[in-house]
C-alpha cells in the first residue's frame, strides 16, 4: 500500500471545509494517507486577507482539540499564533531585500478599493512569503518524509473531495497540478498555487520556495521577470505567486508537468462564492 502525505496548510476559514479532507481519505482507501495540519489560532476568513489586523480578535479560535473532534485520525497537528509568524516575516524582510517594480499608475490604488484594504507592494510581497512558509513549515513537520510514495501540497478550502489517486502513476522529476492558459506567452500555462503533487524528490524541490532562501532564490536568483507580464497586469511579475511557483518548478528546477484531471479537481477548486472574495467593512 503506497503511503501519502496530505500537506493542509494555513487558514482553514470554514470548519465544513474540512469535510473536503474526509472525503478524500475514503475515496483512496487503498492508500494508507497521513494528514498534516499547520493553521493559526484562529479561523480565517472566507474573504482575502485584509490588511486591517484588528479585525481578527473577533474570529473563532482553532486548538488542536477541536481541530481532532472535525478529523478525529489526523496524523500531525500543528497550531501557530498568528502574531508570531508573523513576527518571523517582519524579521525575514528586514534581513533580504527585494527589487520590485512600482505598480503602473493606478493598478495598486483600484484594487485596494476593490478589496477594501491598503496593499503595497511589499505588502503583497509578504502575503505570498507567509503562504509558502506555512506551506514549508507543514512539510517540516514529518521527520520521514522520505518513507512516503506521494506527497500532496493542499490548503484547507481547496475541494479535494473527488480526487483519485489510482489514476496517476506518479513519475519521477514531475508536478501534478492544475494549470489554465495565462500568460501563455512566459510559460505557456500558469499553474494554480494551491495544490500539488509528486513523489518525495520532485516535491522537496518544490516546497524548498517556502524556506528563507528558497523562497528569495526564487523571487531574486530564478530569472523571474517579464516585461509582457508588467505591460498586462500592471504590476511585477515577482508579485504573482502563481508565477513565481511555475517558474520556480519548471524554469529554475526543471520538473516535468502533468495535468490534475478536471473530474479530479473542479475548474473552481476554492470553495467560496465569488461574493465572499474580498473584505466588506
Known amino acids: ?32 494517507i497521513d494528514v498534516y495540519m499547520c ?10 486577507e485584509t490588511t486591517d489586523k484588528s479585525v481578527i480578535q473577533g474570529s473563532n479560535q482553532v486548538t488542536i482539540s477541536n481541530l481532532l473532534e472535525k ?12 502574531h508570531q509568524v508573523w513576527n518571523h516575516i517582519d524579521r525575514y524582510f528586514k534581513e533580504n531585500k527585494f527589487n520590485l517594480k512600482d505598480f503602473k499608475p493606478g493598478v495598486i490604488e483600484k484594487w485596494n478599493m476593490k478589496a477594501n484594504t491598503n496593499e503595497t507592494k511589499y505588502t ?24 512516503y510514495d506521494i506527497i500532496i501540497r493542499s490548503r484547507f478550502d481547496y475541494d479535494i473531495s473527488n480526487l483519485n489517486l489510482s489514476k496517476y502513476s506518479i513519475e519521477q522529476n514531475t508536478i501534478y497540478s492544475k494549470t489554465r492558459n495565462e500568460l501563455r506567452d512566459v510559460f ?14 520532485s516535491m522537496e524541490k518544490y516546497l524548498l520556495v517556502g524556506s528563507g532562501q528558497g523562497f528569495y532564490d526564487a523571487i531574486e536568483n530564478s530569472n523571474l521577470v517579464s516585461d509582457s507580464f508588467y505591460e498586462m497586469k500592471g504590476k511585477d511579475i515577482k508579485l504573482s ?5 511555475t517558474n520556480w518548478s519548471h524554469n529554475y528546477h526543471k520538473l516535468n508537468h502533468k495535468e490534475i484531471s478536471n473530474d479530479d479537481l473542479p475548474g473552481d477548486i476554492v470553495m467560496r462564492t465569488r461574493a465572499q472574495k474580498f473584505y466588506k467593512k
Open 39 to 48: 493553521s493559526y489560532d484562529f479561523i480565517g476568513f472566507k474573504h482575502k
Open 124 to 147: 503583497l510581497l509578504h502575503k505570498i512569503y507567509a503562504q509558502w512558509h506555512m506551506v514549508y513549515e507543514t512539510y517540516c513537520m514529518s521527520r520521514h518524509i522520505e518513507d
Open 188 to 201: 505557456g500555462k500558469i499553474h494554480y498555487d494551491g495544490f500539488a503533487m509528486g513523489d518525495n524528490k
Open 1 to 32: 500500500m503506497k503511503r501519502v502525505a496530505l500537506l493542509e496548510p494555513g487558514f482553514i476559514r470554514d470548519w465544513n471545509n474540512l469535510e473536503s479532507i474526509k472525503l478524500f481519505k475514503e475515496r483512496n482507501e487503498n492508500f494508507l
Open 71 to 82: 478529523v478525529p485520525d489526523t496524523y500531525q497537528i500543528e497550531i501557530k499564533p498568528y
Open 241 to 245: 505567486s502563481e508565477a513565481m511557483i
